[in-house]
């Protein structure tokens, strides 16, 4: 998944592809360098963000999506808000990626479920002006688990087909470093959240996040730049699929995309060789796409 944020104030590329004309130009680019889908977004979540007004979150989505999805591209649109998301299927999204999977809107499940397409849902506990408030945990990978599966269960009651959810862990939102990399650990865990037996395909979004800058800090305890964190992601993303992640959203394709096949490939391996002499599915080939 490739990522193109029409916004002023994004954390790695805000204004970058704030002109309609540059963000079409980068999403195309984004698919015929391999991205299988381009996710847009017109508002930054960036810690300390405030909300913008839909109407400026829709003027930046719109023309994008209406483009992308005329020239063929496989598009998700990135919002918190069911208005925003259903005039973006319409124009021929066919994806929707909601980092409040459903919490900020209430209507977006409906919309989601009426439209029929797949569904991010990303652990969220609120808005991005706080962010870090709410990063308290005493285990997080249960928690995560619990807050995941109650939110399975209210857009599944509103109509969304299980079979088009995806789960997110959501890294850095009321997330602290530590707790990224504890998630990371535990991504098998993620797709099986509290109460539901089966493999949910996950995806994860850790493309330049603040967390792998400041792994990488040197030796004056700056946190690496966004820019120069793009290897760390690459090596992330094929640990990521390696351990079975359905998807991975990245802003830069090649080294990713080249990631994603090493890995995939090694899993296929490990899963001949290890498969257990029950025949009995291994964590993430039961559900994952
Ligand atoms: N993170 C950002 C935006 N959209 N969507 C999903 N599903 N998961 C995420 O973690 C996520 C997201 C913020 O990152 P950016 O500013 O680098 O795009």
């Known amino acids: 998944m490739g990522v193109v944020n029409v916004t002023p104030d994004s954390f790695s590329d805000g204004g970058t592809w704030l002109d309609p004309d540059k963000a079409i130009a980068h999403g195309l680019e984004l698919a015929s360098l391999g991205a299988d889908i381009i996710d847009v977004g ?40 069911a208005e925003v998301a259903s005039r973006a299927l319409a124009a021929g999204a066919r994806m929707v990626n909601d980092v409040s999977g459903g919490l900020a809107d209430r209507e977006m499940p409906g919309v989601v479920a009426a439209a029929g397409v797949p569904y991010v849902v990303m652990h969220w506990r609120g808005h991005s002006a706080d962010m870090y408030g709410p990063a308290v945990y005493t285990d ?49 865990e993620i797709g099986r959240p509290e109460g539901y037996d089966r493999q949910f395909p996950v995806l994860v979004a850790a493309s330049r996040k603040g967390f792998l800058g400041k792994l990488l800090a040197g030796s004056d305890g700056r946190p690496r730049s966004f820019a120069r964190s793009d290897d760390a992601t690459i090596a992330l993303t094929a640990l990521a699929v390696a351990a079975g992640a359905w998807c991975v959203r990245v802003h830069m394709v090649p080294g990713n995309l080249d990631a994603v096949r090493v890995a995939t490939r090694w899993r296929q391996e490990s899963a001949t060789a290890l498969t257990p002499a029950d025949g009995s599915p291994r964590p993430f080939e039961a559900g994952a796409g």
């Open 42 to 81: 017109g508002e930054s979540t960036r810690p300390g963000a405030q909300r913008v007004p839909i109407e400026d979150e829709l003027h930046r989505v719109m023309p994008v999506v209406t483009a992308l999805a005329q020239a063929g591209s496989y598009v998700s649109i990135d919002t918190m808000r």
């Open 140 to 188: 997080v990978v249960a928690e995560v688990r619990a807050e995941l599966g109650r939110r399975l269960r209210a857009v599944v009651a509103a109509g969304v087909d299980p079979d088009n959810i995806i789960l997110d862990p959501g890294l850095g939102f009321a997330k602290l470093a530590e707790h990224n990399w504890t998630l990371l650990a535990h991504l098998g």
